[in-house]
């Protein structure tokens, strides 16, 4: 437990080191929700109605930035070789990882909400199902992406291989997301929140436990 | 790392091509007799007429699309826990006839959607999960083309699809959880005799046609795999090879 308290701390420190990267994918994303809209035109109606799909559009592609990044420090000076040599466990280098990754797409989606709500008048009441929404669909998020991230960072064509990977395999969070963020706008009459968070969830419950099984085999020379 | 079975399993002499060719064969046989049957001698459904007919296609290869991917997940988790290189060379040959089976599926399943549902395509949950299988099964063959290590392109690719294959349940139960548009699974006591028969051949055609499919891919996986690991020419034996070799040979 305490190497996981340790994985952690040292990369959401790495995440504040370079805060002034979590500015420019913040920037990133908001600027990805002003040109979807160029997509819709003026229309208030079907911006307002699209505004969810804009939004984790724009937080899936700030996503593959993050991660990819996340990895790319630890390549420089054969960092991750070092870390692999100390007495911890790949799995807690990989909940380390993911849960701080984790944090800050939460984060990022938090702040993109307030952009949505400007540009598209797509703002809602339910906050806290919203802030559900956002930490389930961005956990969807970080730990299938913590784990190919870790593969592709040892490639050359890591910027083509980290979305072609990782754009599928969230297909079922995005559909999930964008549909629950929607009836979260739009209004939910037949009751159909539920079933789409579960749906999260479960996808969330199974990416996690692989990721943590899987990513020490990834790692091997 | 590699064990001694990798090694071992590198140098066994590759599977005789006639076996899957034979295999092949077969599949073509029963592939064309079961579609005759369904064809010219399958009565039309009381609802939907001659546009049922393609079930005797569409069935079976959702059955066997379904069949490679879990074939391909088997030999991913026995290519991770015994680090022999035959699962590796099976689970590319799987990945690749199970992608081709799953877009063939979607194909049929829209030719069919046409003119029972009105439309090529619906975002139903059960065609969503089966179009998002393709993409990640799909990724992880261009992943296979772009790492050049062969151990770690075998690790990857092997973690690859046992992470896309957790969408292959969720695509198999979409249709009970959700409810929705594509109709539930049917089961021998849902569909009549008359049509047993027809699809029971074509789905036996196609697992023999992928099967011998497979059994080709791996072989030629593991041809590749035996020069990609075979030791380099010594320098002199090669400059000994350029300089026997006839003056056309340059051009």
Redesign the interface.
Known sequence: MSELVAAVRKDLLLHWRGRIQAVAIFAFGASALLLFSFAIGPDSLALRQYAAGFLWLGLLLASTLTLAESFEREMEEQALEGLLLLPASPTSLYYGKALANWALLALLGVALVPVMVVLYDAGTMRLLPLLGIIVLGTAGLSA?GT??AA?TA??R?RQ??LP??F???V??VL?AAVKATSLLILGDPMGQLR?WAMLLF??DA??WS??GL?FG??L?? | ?IHTSSNTSMMRKPVDSRIPLALVALGVCCLLAGSYWGLARAPSEIFMGDVQRIMYVHVPTAWNAMLTLVFAFTCALLF?FTNDWKWDNRLEGAIEVGVVLSLLLCIQGSIWAKPTWGVWWDWDPRL??TA?MV??F???L??RA??EDP??RA??S???C???S??VP?VYFSVK??NSLHQAQSSPETVSKAFHWPLRINAFGILFLWTGFVMLRSRIAALRLRSELAPPIPASAGTEAAGAAPAGAAL
Do not use: H, N
Request: aromatic share 12%; with cysteine; proline share 7%.
């Open positions: 299938p784990l190919y593969m040892q490639t064509s083509t291989l072609l990977l754009f599928p395999l297909v079922p559909l079933p479960l996808f199974i990416q692989l990721g899987l085999r990834v091997e020379d | 790392m991770l969503t999960t998002v993409c990640a799909g990724g992880i261009a992943l772009f790492v151990m770690k690790v990857w092997a973690v690859c046992i992470v896309a957790a969408d969720i959880w959700w």
